[in-house]
């Protein structure tokens, strides 16, 4: 069964300077899959792609059988999308509890302080203050919630961009300690990580962007030679020196 | 014979917009600052050429005497200076507070026309302001004719002057400014300063027109300098071309005429009784053409020669 | 000085105030000065006054004042008819003007040009319409009562100053606490994000016009009711609005509220001290002051 399937997809700011340069991939559903590659690679703007903040050019981006490309990011969200960005991925200017409450209303209306109520409990750093400001959270805190925000609707596909960006190392590993425990609930995940060693301790699968181009799509073991990966993101460098 | 000495003296009113929007084309064609105050500007323009050079008079403060050219001059400082507190004031912030306080800039001097009758003349406004040529008054024609060329010749000069100045360096770091300012900032320009100056060279074109006009005409009001004026500039320039001198003159002297003639035709249309309510739909087409524009060929007629400016759409950034 | 100033700039100051609340949200959701917005009060009195006059067609009762106002049942009834056509004439502008703008995703400073340009043809309209000629909702007079400490105020002003603190505290509540004012909060500090919260953003820009255009129809027909109704109402109350809602800060209702009230009580002691031929100065200065001493305004954030 495949959760989540792009063909050719081609996206960007300007229709006439793509930067997703002809993406196809298909991830079935309870997989992990992290996307790797340099700086500027167009790792961000893909995934906005997938997620409807940045427009499609051409191809195809499919969620089970259904196609959605264009589609419009809350509809999306509607229809079982977890998106968390890289960044500004919180209101600030609400409080913790009304971060949640507004992702919370794509839920029917019993199950919503159920649902309200496992993110506190899964994350007891935000049950502290629940009404205070999202803004006077710290970096981890932020991506918490942020995480929380995303998993309270139960996506069928979760997609993370960079989320251990800026953190600590000991906060990188609950991080993806928490992932983990998402990813074994069975859910789709599709991570963007500049972490490789943390990244690849996670999923099975790599896809490797470089240049708005897979340069690498397989088993994530090859890649523990930093070598190979070197080599991948070196390629991309010779390349654009050449220009 | 009169229909000539009419069509000079069209031409002389076109060309004084003209003036008016090469001074706006500084400002938001190449620099990307929208002044929804213009009026204010080309009516300090005329009032302190007008103060500076009629013949003095009892019931006010000033009366100079002093020649046309330093009228001219004057008012081109006076410009200068208004669009420099004002730059300093709002350039660094977000773009539409420069559109709020140009707008409160042209209310509070339409008010100062009004009502500084020691200075202004007050609602009847000044009379008697020396017009160039004004020894042949009384031969319309050669009196038209030659104030349409010394008109011109203002907007050949600026025009050249214009063009030379965009194509220097302060020019290229100017449209640099407008299209990426990180970039531009990481080039060692300075945005701020850039946008402040060429604030205050349009606000000192439009005064100029604005003084130009007044020595054609003879006398001025407050009532010449209503919103409607700064309206009618920003549809001249969009219609021209945004960031093209030619299209911002060609825009000029195309939406006098349709002004022109839209009044011609409904003073045909309508009974007299009804002519003054029929004369706000001549508002209403200028300010549809606006938006249509706007909507269908943001580039104007002439578009900008370089690159369309990116701030004229298809971007995307945060929608 | 004239205690009566108080009471004149209160009243003043409401309608100024409920005109802002509707430019501050659309400033802040939208995100652009919408020129615009001084016309919808205008074209709110005038469509209000229009329902009234169909009203009073059908049923000549609805137009007998009602003790102690000035006006008949008629008007509250024309009020909410006048509310809905000026609904339908903002989301309509909206739909053929901004929202192509926007979804081509041009810059903020094309859409406020756009809506300059649209300000002037709404407002020339009116004046072809209605001339220019000013008309009034009733021509019942009315005795100034007597409060107190001199000061003097009609029973329709005090209604008109009531009306607003019930409106803007019913607003305030529900941005603050409802689900809408929730989603509105949201899409003003990051659209974006919104959508991948999962709201409909087109949904909150409806509700956030819808609010605006209601705000600024009451307010049209308050100032209607206690002065008159011209085409050029809504552009001489532009400056004040802006200036009230860059004073309050941009996004805050209370704040616009309140920089209203401000600038309706500085606008009356300035008639009386410098003369009313200025007091269309005065919001010019107080939002010069403010741009320069505090640009975020009284309730602002900073850098906003
Ligand atoms: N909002 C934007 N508008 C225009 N170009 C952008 C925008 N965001 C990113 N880019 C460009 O897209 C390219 C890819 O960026 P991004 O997707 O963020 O890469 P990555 O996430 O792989 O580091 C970069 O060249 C960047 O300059
Ligand atoms: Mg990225």
């Given at each position: 069964?495949?959760?989540?399937?792009?063909?050719d997809l081609q996206a960007g700011y300007d229709p006439d300077l793509p930067i997703v340069k002809g993406v196809s991939f298909?991830?079935?559903?309870?997989?992990?899959?992290c996307i790797l590659g340099p700086n500027g690679a167009g790792k961000s703007t893909m995934i906005k792609a997938?997620?409807?903040?940045v427009?499609?050019f051409g191809g195809?981006?499919?969620?089970?059988?259904?196609?959605?490309?264009?589609?419009?990011?809350?509809?999306?969200?509607?229809?079982?999308?977890?998106?968390?960005?890289q960044?500004?991925?919180?209101?600030?200017?609400?409080?913790?509890?009304?971060?949640?409450?507004?992702?919370?209303?794509?839920?029917?209306?019993?199950?919503?302080?159920?649902?309200?109520?496992?993110?506190?409990?899964?994350?007891?750093?935000?049950?502290?203050?629940?009404?205070?400001?999202?803004?006077?959270?710290?970096?981890?805190?932020?991506?918490?919630?942020?995480?929380?925000?995303?998993?309270?609707?139960?996506?069928?596909?979760?997609?993370?961009d960079e989320?251990?960006a800026?953190?600590?190392?000991?906060?990188?590993?609950?991080?993806?300690?928490?992932?983990?425990?998402?990813?074994?609930?069975?859910?789709?995940?599709?991570?963007v990580e500049q972490n490789v060693?943390?990244a690849?301790?996670?999923?099975?699968?790599a896809l490797v962007l470089v240049d708005g181009k897979l340069a690498h799509d397989g088993?994530?073991?090859v890649l523990?030679d930093g070598r190979f990966l070197g080599e991948l993101f070196l390629g991309h460098r010779a390349a654009e020196a050449g220009r | 014979?009169?229909?000539?000495?009419?069509?000079?003296?069209?031409?002389?009113?076109?060309?004084?917009?003209?003036?008016?929007?090469?001074?706006?084309?500084?400002?938001?064609?190449?620099?990307?600052?929208?002044?929804?105050?213009?009026?204010?500007?080309?009516?300090?323009?005329?009032?302190?050429?007008?103060?500076?050079?009629?013949?003095?008079?009892?019931?006010?403060?000033?009366?100079?005497?002093?020649?046309?050219?330093?009228?001219?001059?004057?008012?081109?400082?006076?410009?200068?200076?208004?669009?420099?507190?004002?730059?300093?004031?709002?350039?660094?912030?977000?773009?539409?507070?420069?559109?709020?306080?140009?707008?409160?800039?042209?209310?509070?001097?339409?008010?100062?026309?009004?009502?500084?009758?020691?200075?202004?003349?007050?609602?009847?406004?000044?009379?008697?302001?020396?017009?160039?040529?004004?020894?042949?008054?009384?031969?319309?024609?050669?009196?038209?004719?030659?104030?349409?060329?010394?008109?011109?010749?203002?907007?050949?000069?600026?025009?050249?002057?214009?063009?030379?100045?965009?194509?220097?360096?302060?020019?290229?770091?100017?449209?640099a400014?407008?299209e990426d300012?990180v970039a531009a900032?990481a080039l060692?320009?300075?945005?701020?300063?850039?946008?402040?100056?060429?604030?205050?060279?349009?606000?000192?074109?439009?005064?100029?027109?604005?003084?130009?006009?007044?020595?054609?005409?003879?006398?001025?009001?407050?009532?010449?300098?209503?919103?409607?004026?700064?309206?009618?500039?920003?549809?001249?320039?969009?219609?021209?071309?945004?960031?093209?001198?030619?299209?911002?003159?060609?825009?000029?002297?195309?939406?006098?005429?349709?002004?022109?003639?839209?009044?011609?035709?409904?003073?045909?249309?309508?009974?007299?009784?009804?002519?003054?309510?029929?004369?706000?739909?001549?508002?209403?087409?200028?300010?549809?053409?606006?938006?249509?524009?706007?909507?269908?060929?943001?580039?104007?007629?002439?578009?900008?020669?370089?690159?369309?400016?990116?701030?004229?759409?298809?971007?995307?950034?945060?929608? | 000085?004239?205690?009566?100033?108080?009471?004149?700039?209160?009243?003043?100051?409401?309608?100024?105030?409920?005109?802002?609340?509707?430019?501050?949200?659309?400033?802040?959701?939208?995100?652009?000065?919408?020129?615009?917005?001084?016309?919808?009060?205008?074209?709110?009195?005038?469509?209000?006054?229009?329902?009234?006059?169909?009203?009073?067609?059908?049923?000549?009762?609805?137009?007998?004042?009602?003790?102690?106002?000035?006006?008949?049942?008629?008007?509250?009834?024309?009020?909410?008819?006048?509310?809905?056509?000026?609904?339908?004439?903002?989301?309509?502008?909206?739909?053929?003007?901004?929202?192509?703008?926007?979804?081509?995703?041009?810059?903020?400073?094309?859409?406020?040009?756009?809506?300059?340009?649209?300000?002037?043809?709404?407002?020339?309209?009116?004046?072809?319409?209605?001339?220019?000629?000013?008309?009034?909702?009733?021509?019942?007079?009315?005795?100034?009562?007597?409060?107190?400490?001199?000061?003097?105020?009609?029973?329709?002003?005090?209604?008109?100053?009531?009306?607003?603190?019930?409106?803007?505290?019913?607003?305030?509540?529900?941005?603050?606490?409802?689900?809408?004012?929730?989603?509105?909060?949201?899409?003003?500090?990051?659209?974006?994000?919104?959508?991948?919260?999962?709201?409909?953003?087109?949904?909150?820009?409806?509700?956030?016009?819808?609010?605006?255009?209601?705000?600024?129809?009451?307010?049209?027909?308050?100032?209607?009711?206690?002065?008159?109704?011209?085409?050029?109402?809504?552009?001489?109350?532009?400056?004040?609005?802006?200036?009230?809602?860059?004073?309050?800060?941009?996004?805050?209702?209370?704040?616009?509220?309140?920089?209203?009230?401000?600038?309706?009580?500085?606008?009356?002691?300035?008639?009386?001290?410098?003369?009313?031929?200025?007091?269309?100065?005065?919001?010019?200065?107080?939002?010069?002051?403010?741009?320069?001493?505090?640009?975020?305004?009284?309730?602002?954030?900073?850098?906003?």
């Amino acid at each position: 069964m495949t959760a989540l399937t792009l063909s050719d997809l081609q996206a960007g700011y300007d229709p006439d300077l793509p930067i997703v340069k002809g993406v196809s991939f298909t991830v079935s559903k309870g997989e992990a899959v992290c996307i790797l590659g340099p700086n500027g690679a167009g790792k961000s703007t893909m995934i906005k792609a997938i997620a409807g903040l940045v427009p499609c050019f051409g191809g195809q981006v499919q969620l089970g059988e259904t196609e959605v490309t264009g589609m419009p990011s809350h509809l999306l969200a509607r229809n079982g999308v977890g998106f968390v960005p890289q960044t500004e991925n919180i209101f600030t200017r609400l409080s913790i509890i009304e971060n949640l409450q507004i992702a919370a209303q794509l839920l029917p209306k019993p199950e919503r302080p159920r649902r309200i109520e496992a993110m506190l409990d899964m994350f007891p750093d935000l049950a502290a203050r629940p009404r205070e400001l999202a803004g006077a959270l710290s970096g981890g805190q932020r991506q918490m919630l942020a995480a929380a925000r995303a998993l309270l609707t139960e996506p069928e596909v979760l997609m993370l961009d960079e989320p251990s960006a800026g953190l600590s190392p000991k906060l990188v590993g609950q991080v993806f300690e928490t992932l983990r425990r998402i990813s074994d609930t069975g859910v789709t995940l599709v991570l963007v990580e500049q972490n490789v060693r943390a990244a690849l301790a996670l999923t099975h699968r790599a896809l490797v962007l470089v240049d708005g181009k897979l340069a690498h799509d397989g088993p994530t073991d090859v890649l523990h030679d930093g070598r190979f990966l070197g080599e991948l993101f070196l390629g991309h460098r010779a390349a654009e020196a050449g220009r | 014979m009169e229909l000539l000495a009419y069509a000079a003296f069209f031409l002389t009113i076109a060309l004084t917009y003209a003036v008016i929007c090469l001074g706006l084309n500084v400002q938001w064609g190449q620099t990307g600052l929208f002044n929804v105050g213009i009026a204010g500007f080309v009516g300090l323009g005329a009032y302190v050429s007008a103060a500076l050079t009629t013949p003095d008079a009892a019931e006010r403060i000033g009366g100079f005497d002093l020649h046309i050219a330093l009228g001219w001059l004057a008012a081109m400082a006076a410009g200068a200076a208004l669009a420099l507190a004002v730059g300093l004031l709002t350039l660094r912030m977000r773009s539409d507070y420069l559109a709020i306080t140009t707008f409160g800039i042209a209310v509070a001097l339409q008010l100062v026309f009004q009502n500084t009758e020691s200075l202004t003349g007050g609602a009847f406004g000044m009379a008697f302001i020396p017009r160039p040529f004004s020894g042949l008054q009384s031969e319309p024609f050669a009196f038209n004719v030659l104030n349409l060329a010394l008109t011109a010749l203002v907007v050949l000069v600026l025009y050249v002057l214009l063009e030379h100045l965009l194509r220097s360096p302060w020019g290229r770091a100017l449209r640099a400014v407008r299209e990426d300012e990180v970039a531009a900032q990481a080039l060692g320009k300075n945005p701020v300063l850039l946008r402040i100056q060429a604030f205050a060279l349009g606000g000192a074109i439009m005064a100029l027109a604005g003084a130009v006009q007044a020595h054609f005409i003879g006398f001025i009001a407050p009532a010449n300098y209503l919103p409607m004026m700064t309206f009618q500039v920003w549809a001249m320039l969009i219609v021209g071309g945004s960031g093209n001198n030619r299209g911002a003159i060609l825009g000029a002297v195309l939406v006098w005429a349709i002004w022109a003639l839209s009044g011609a035709l409904i003073s045909e249309i309508f009974p007299a009784d009804q002519q003054a309510r029929a004369a706000s739909l001549q508002i209403v087409i200028i300010g549809v053409m606006l938006c249509a524009i706007l909507l269908w060929r943001p580039q104007g007629i002439l578009p900008e020669v370089r690159s369309v400016s990116r701030h004229l759409g298809h971007r995307n950034k945060d929608t | 000085m004239n205690p009566q100033a108080i009471i004149d700039g209160l009243i003043a100051g409401s309608t100024i105030g409920l005109g802002a609340i509707g430019l501050t949200l659309t400033y802040s959701i939208l995100r652009f000065a919408n020129f615009t917005h001084g016309d919808f009060l205008a074209w709110g009195a005038y469509l209000t006054l229009t329902v009234a006059g169909v009203l009073g067609g059908l049923a000549a009762g609805l137009g007998a004042p009602v003790y102690p106002f000035s006006f008949g049942w008629g008007l509250p009834l024309a009020v909410l008819g006048g509310v809905a056509l000026t609904v339908a004439l903002t989301l309509g502008l909206d739909r053929i003007l901004f929202r192509k703008l926007r979804a081509r995703g041009a810059d903020t400073i094309i859409i406020v040009m756009a809506s300059f340009g649209a300000s002037m043809a709404l407002r020339s309209l009116l004046e072809f319409i209605f001339t220019a000629k000013p008309v009034y909702f009733t021509n019942a007079l009315q005795i100034a009562k007597p409060l107190g400490l001199g000061m003097r105020a009609t029973p329709d002003q005090l209604m008109v100053i009531g009306l607003t603190a019930l409106m803007v505290l019913g607003l305030h509540l529900l941005v603050t606490h409802s689900a809408t004012g929730r989603a509105m909060r949201a899409v003003s500090e990051n659209p974006g994000l919104a959508g991948v919260y999962g709201v409909d953003v087109a949904k909150v820009v409806r509700v956030t016009w819808i609010i605006g255009a209601g705000m600024a129809c009451i307010a049209g027909v308050m100032a209607g009711l206690l002065v008159q109704i011209r085409p050029y109402m809504g552009f001489d109350l532009l400056l004040p609005l802006f200036a009230a809602a860059i004073l309050g800060g941009i996004g805050s209702i209370p704040g616009a509220m309140l920089g209203g009230l401000i600038i309706g009580l500085s606008e009356a002691f300035a008639v009386q001290i410098i003369g009313a031929e200025w007091r269309a100065a005065i919001s010019f200065v107080i939002l010069v002051i403010v741009l320069m001493l505090r640009p975020q305004g009284l309730f602002g954030r900073k850098e906003a």
